[in-house]
């Protein structure tokens, strides 16, 4: 999209929203708020040297808010049309005329808002790349195919089944203002490139392993050949997974499949959850939930972070906050409806990206003192129970003995209390994942019960 392009959109999508907010004003909401976005997305899906799948669309919505005689309701169309927006408009206050009051339905607090330069202007947290529509049909199909290529050169490449890779990319603009003043935009691009490799298993099996990168800006995102390459790689390092044994073994954690651990530990810290009881956290500041090395950050302005923003979906201002310190938790994540409810003071809704304190050493490193333990490279399959705290979740990865990696296993489990489980945390790697807003390193954890065979 050129620069006079993507000017353009914004007035668009500014003006749909100004007018909503017009409408609802004019049929009685006291308060409203309108919420305008726009987005692109392409993806070329290649499978064993074919061409699968050419996806692209654009979408464009608008999602309206009507806070009337102390009654809240939404709607929200992908009809853009000014003749279509006066009778949704219209028929919308008249359906929040007839529902049940409800006093702790208000837009946030105008003193919460950021600063009117920043939320119209993100250009500083580098989110959109200003060259996204440089990328042509003919590169993303040969980057695809370049992914499959790089997979079939590895060493052992025989054994490989099936190469399915993926290239993908999205532009989106989002507008949201209020009757109270706020006005901001957001704007992003992302770029993908993916594979995933089946391989022939001895015993009959059929392994499957992957890998991805992706960035914000294309020129951040690694190249095929190396996706390509690490995925097969990994496909092929799961032939002759066993069950190992039962027991309590030092678990190590890698970077990419932690944030399956901290998401479960994450969403329970809503005030949602808390207010309706539906969360194990008891609702206090400085509970304690892991060891002194958990020590986390909420961190919204990270530079070409995945979830940076300088204003949330209620357009309240983002700051960074501890959410964990030394183990304790030092916040929750509270937005305006539910925090009325329990009578706290808002914060925010749900995360962005966190900032841990990380350890000195890289995976190898935290390896070389385990004699006996397993290293967890993929979750599968269990859940978390977000009111108890209970855990049960497949796990598969690499047996570790004196050190350094041994054989795959897989089909085994590991089940536990966040409660708990997270006070045996004895270290963290040096590697944050960045290609999540979680940026979870390696975690380690001491006696961790297993079952397997």
Known sequence: M?????????????ELAEHALGLAARHGAQQAAASVSHVREVEVAWRDGQLERLHEAQSRGLAIEFYVDGRFASVSTSDLRREALEPLVRDGVAMTRALEPDPFRKLADPERYPD???????????????????????QRR?????LEVAARSVPGADKILSVSTSVSD????????????????????SFWRSAEVSVQDPDGRRPEESDYHGARFLADVFAPELVGKSAAERALQRVGAVKLPSGQRTLLVDARAAGRLVSALLGPMSASSLQQKRSFYSGD?????GSPL?????????VRGFASRYFDGEGMASAPRPLYQAGKVANFFVDTYYGRKLGWPATCGHASNLAWILGNADLEGLMR????????????????NATTGDFSLGIQGFAIRQGK????????????????????????GNDPNLLSPLRTPTLVFADAAVAGA
């Open 170 to 189: 999205s532009q989106s603009t989002v507008f949201r203002c209020d009757s109270q003043g706020f006005r901001g935009f957001r704007h992003s691009t």
């Open 294 to 302: 958990l020590d986390i950050r909420d961190d919204p302005f990270v």
């Open 142 to 146: 040969e980057q695809a195919q370049a």
């Open 405 to 428: 990696l041994a054989e795959p296993f897989g089909e085994m489990n590991l089940a536990g209390s966040h409660l708990t489980f997270w006070q045996q945390l004895t270290a963290l």
């Open 116 to 138: 009117p330069k920043r939320a119209l202007d993100d250009s500083d947290l580098q989110l959109s790349d200003p060259h996204y529509g440089d990328l042509t049909a003919l």
């Open 285 to 289: 500041v400085g509970q304690l939930i």
């Open 369 to 384: 003192g385990v004699d006996d333990g397993l290293l967890v490279t993929g979750f599968l399959g269990g859940n978390s």
């Open 2 to 14: 050129t620069k006079h392009s993507s000017e353009a959109t914004e007035k668009m999508l500014a």
